[in-house]
């Protein structure tokens, strides 16, 4: 027995080291992909349009915090009844409750902090668009504004998010996995309208 534990313990270590490894790679990406390409977008739109990107920034954050909240905070137990019914989404879902430090680790702390970074980055491009359209004397007021505009609105919509996700926990893991198990069987569609053909 005493032989065995540090054996097992070093492959946790080592699958540790390699999570933490692959979502630190993970998230450059994201956060990469994002930035580039609401900075392209803001960069060629008005002021409205870049102002909807970062209110989409801020609600995918919010969005992903509910369901990182909400994985961490279901009971499996009424999804097993529903995969002996074979419901659509209840495997899916039991699958992601039961890897749920690693699915709250990507929404809450990839996603979740790389929108917040994106959405800090986009209210700084959309305030120098606004300064070049007001009056001098303006630009430090105008930058504080939309600090505080997107610090209050992510705080503020992930503090309401959490509270609806603690209550909604199954129904939201289950709108998951749904949409999980609809994205695994779109080439089943495919093959299906094929074989009408």
Partial sequence: MSKSDPASSQKERNKTIRW????FFVTIVISGIISLVSDEIMSRSGIITA???LMAIIMIGIIFDIIGVAVTSADETPFHSMAA???????ESIRLLRNASKVGSICN???GDVCGVVSGSASATIAALVISKTEPGWPRIIT?????LVAGLTVGGKAIGKGFAMKSATAIVHGVGRVIYALHHIPDMFRKKKNKR
């Fill in 51 to 53: 102002f909807l990107i």
């Fill in 85 to 91: 019914r074979k419901v659509p989404g209840a495997q």
């Fill in 20 to 23: 933490v490894v692959t979502i």
């Fill in 109 to 111: 702390d990839v996603i």
């Fill in 144 to 148: 504080l504004s939309m600090s505080a």
